[in-house]
Each structure stands twice: as structure tokens, then as C-alpha cells.
């Protein structure tokens, strides 16, 4: 201990991790969420997470308790790219005492379900809708599929409200200066169904005709497959088939519309 000093002249507290984790489903985007079989918020959904063990990093204890507590395969967890959002330290964020919580965020295709049992300090995972990831889930009978409940009450527990609002704001920023979003695509894709995925992550209409003349003039995002189309359901020629291309960030960023309608 360096002399002089006495860390009893502080009072202790908590260190957290929370995590947003999305994905895209049957075409909308969801956020993984836990319902907490644990006091504080025993039986409301909450991002997973929790406590940092003594001689844990915050990453570490972000993956161990994404494990825990959706049941999500070892290899699953290990290989995710999570992204430090920023770090939550209200003085009344948690009623057990003084906790801080630094949250990460993740936007990752192809995710599969989490373990419907949970683990941990958790009795239930699942993938929700963001829209409907602010109400609280009614899961009257534990065989079945819950199903939202946006009559009654509103809000995760504890502050998760605001890290979820935060988190996707980052995730739509990054499809802005990365090819992320070619990865929610099909291998070979057509830049229709590559709109639908900004369409989905941002919430918002897109120009079609505009959107297609900065993908294609963004270096290395897509290549064209030669002499491959598909019919798209229209009345129209079908349409070409892209893949993804040798670029990993987009120059320049492909922005999201300032204003604009949502889906």
C-alpha cells in the first residue's frame, strides 16, 4: 500500500457492465434483453450484465455475464465485437448503493437465440423488437412466447432506457463510415435489400434512386456479380446482384439523412 494513504477515507462502490447487443430479425432490428429474477426490478426486463469481479477487466465481465445470462454459446460471446458505449455513473442509477456501470454495444448478424431460461440473476432471454424494448413484456405463461405489453407501465429497469437509446444511436452511426451493413445481407445481394438494412437500423425511408448512386460510388462497398439478377416482385427487370467488396470503411461516409420520414 503507498504510504499516506488510506482508500477507507472513500466510500466503496460498484463497478457494472451493461450490454446492447442488436441484430436484425424478420426485418426489423432487436435488442437482446434478460428479466431479472433478482431484486432491484425482480421480473422486469433489463439489458444483460452485472457486477465486475475484483480481478475481472470491464470487457471481460461484459462477456461473462452475456454468457451467464442468455446462455449463449462460449464461442458465440468470445468472437463479438463489442464497442465501449461510455459509462453510466449516476449517484441514484442503482437503489443498492453507489454503482457505476460502463456499457457496451454490439450490431452483429445472423445471432441465434439465447437460452429461454436464462441464467444468473436472470430467468428469461430474448430478442425483442427496439420499438417495444422500452415496455414492459407480460409472460403469463412460461411456455409460451412472451409477448409485449405496452399497456401497463413503461421503461427497463434501472437506467437501461437511456443506455438502449444511446447504443442504437452509436449502431446507426457506424453503418455511416463502415460496410457493416452488407453483412445482414444475403452473399450475393441486390441494393434493395441492402437499403432495407439502413432503412432498418436508422428508421427512416431512404431515396432509392439517391441511395443506389452513393453506394455505387463509394469505393470497394459492393461489386457487381456479372451477368446475376433477381426478380424482386415488381413488374420490372429483375434486378442486379451485388456482393460485398474489399472495403472494410466507406469513403466517404454514407450519411443519414438530417430530417426524414420514418419507416
Excluded at 457493416?180 to 434493395?192: R, V
Excluded at 456479372?226 to 451485388?242: I, V
Amino acid at each position: 500500500m503507498t504510504a499516506g494513504y488510506d482508500p477507507h477515507a472513500f466510500e466503496p462502490f460498484a463497478v457494472t457492465v451493461d450490454l446492447a447487443v442488436f441484430t436484425v430479425r424478420a426485418g426489423a432490428l432487436h435488442v437482446l434483453l434478460i428479466r431479472r429474477g433478482q431484486e432491484p426490478y425482480a421480473g422486469t426486463w433489463a439489458l444483460p450484465g452485472g457486477f465486475v469481479l475484483p480481478r475481472e477487466s470491464a470487457e471481460t465481465a461484459a462477456r461473462r455475464e452475456l454468457a451467464e445470462e442468455t446462455g449463449l454459446a462460449p464461442g458465440v460471446v468470445a468472437a463479438l465485437h463489442l464497442e465501449q458505449l461510455r459509462t453510466y455513473s449516476d449517484p441514484d442509477r442503482d437503489p443498492r448503493m453507489r454503482v457505476v456501470s460502463v456499457a457496451f454495444t454490439a450490431l452483429v448478424p445472423d445471432m441465434p437465440e439465447p437460452a429461454a431460461g436464462g441464467g444468473g440473476d436472470a430467468d428469461r432471454a430474448r430478442w425483442v423488437p427496439v420499438g417495444e424494448a422500452a415496455a414492459p413484456v407480460s409472460d403469463p405463461d412460461p411456455g409460451s412466447d412472451p409477448a409485449p405489453d405496452p399497456g401497463v407501465g413503461s421503461g427497463l429497469a434501472f437506467d437501461h432506457a437511456v443506455i438502449l437509446a444511446d447504443a442504437r444511436e452509436r449502431v446507426g452511426s457506424k453503418l455511416e463510415y463502415t460496410c457493416l451493413a452488407s453483412a445482414f445481407c444475403p452473399p450475393e445481394f441486390t441494393l434493395g435489400e441492402l437499403q432495407a438494412v439502413y432503412e432498418t437500423v436508422w428508421d427512416t425511408a431512404l431515396d432509392r434512386p439517391n441511395f443506389r448512386r452513393k453506394v455505387l460510388a463509394t469505393p470497394g462497398f459492393v461489386e457487381a456479380v456479372p451477368g446475376a439478377a433477381r426478380l424482386t416482385g415488381g413488374r420490372g427487370k429483375p434486378a442486379a446482384l451485388y456482393r460485398p467488396g474489399p472495403a472494410t470503411t466507406l469513403h466517404p461516409p454514407l450519411l443519414r439523412p438530417s430530417e426524414g420520414p420514418t419507416r
